[in-house]
């Protein structure tokens, strides 16, 4: 990627892939600050994988309805900790698996699963609860792997379709632990030391916003965020959040992943050529 920009510093928020998404950055001219604004916590959950997994023996064509990767993962984490993880892989294979997005099909996909049906990109709540349309729920035992909050919505649309509901939360979003240094960005951000601040997540921003708010800044971090930041978010689910907040994205990628993100906010930000 040839050098664009010339030093701005661009904030970014994530935890798992922050090398990543901050080497995207730096090589496009731009200094990144990434200070993760959520932790991921595993829930004890060997119990209620254990029930589902006596529940499944019973059942002859079971749905899964994933919609995170990190969730699949979990579940079968914990099968695997019982010593049951076979029995969970030979359950998927008999039933029906219903991936939100990219991250879920790599994660069944890495446990020898091949997903049956995929919601369509930007993969957002609505793209999936438009596919169980090709789903037989009704009197169905259904699964649902939830992100780290209930999405109810989602489970509303299940319900209302008749299946018989399974509900796991295998982790949950909480704060970091040490809050200092998104308390540091925020500051930052409030005196107008960054030219962009990239969410990749809605919960992002909404941990931002309680930590700002306990600093007593929340109304400084708006109106930087609204007058004085070029903010990116990754897709139409994030974008709505902050529009929520009266903040108007101005990079929102066709594609809702990081690398196509950086390479809208660098074409906003980079200098154009010519008159």
């Known amino acids: 990627m040839q050098p664009r920009l010339s030093g701005q510093r661009i904030a970014l928020f ?10 995207l950055v730096r090589r496009s001219g731009g200094v990144p600050v990434c200070v993760p ?7 004890p959950a060997t119990l209620d994988v254990g029930a589902l997994l006596a529940k499944l023996q019973l059942e002859p064509q079971p749905n899964f309805v994933f919609s995170t ?13 019982l010593g049951r993880d076979a029995e969970l892989r030979e359950a998927m294979t008999r039933g029906t698996t219903v991936c939100r997005g990219p991250k879920p099909v790599a994660a069944l996909h890495r446990e020898g699963v091949t997903a049956s ?31 780290g ?34 308390q540091q960005v925020i500051e930052e951000l409030a005196c107008g030391r960054f030219a962009a601040a990239a969410f990749t997540t809605q919960i992002q921003f909404r941990n931002l916003l309680a930590v700002a708010d306990g600093m007593g800044r929340g109304r400084e971090l708006l109106e930087a965020l609204r007058e004085r930041v070029v903010v990116a978010a990754v897709g ?10 009266g903040i108007a994205p101005r990079v929102v990628p066709e594609s809702p992943k990081m690398g196509p993100m950086v390479n809208a906010l660098v074409d906003h930000l980079a200098p154009r050529d010519g008159p």
């Not at 994530?14 to 080497?23: L, N, Q, V």
């Not at 990767?69 to 900790?81: P, Q, Y």
């Not at 909050?149 to 040490?178: I, M, Q």
Request: a negative charge.
């Open 14 to 23: 994530e935890a798992r892939p922050a090398t990543e998404i901050s080497e």
């Open 37 to 43: 604004a959520v932790r991921e916590r595993r829930r």
């Open 69 to 81: 990767g990190v969730g699949a993962s979990a579940l079968f984490d914990e099968a695997r900790a």
């Open 117 to 147: 049906i995929k919601a369509r990109s930007p993969f957002t709540t609505a793209e999936l609860i438009e596919v169980l349309d090709q789903v037989e729920l009704r009197d169905r035992m259904t699964i649902l792997l939830h992100y």
């Open 149 to 182: 909050e209930r999405n109810a919505p989602l489970v509303d649309a299940l319900l209302c379709r008749g299946a018989w509901l399974y509900e796991l939360t295998l982790y949950e979003w909480e704060l970091p632990e040490d809050t200092g240094p998104l």
């Open 236 to 245: 139409p689910t994030c974008a709505r959040v902050l529009a929520d907040r």
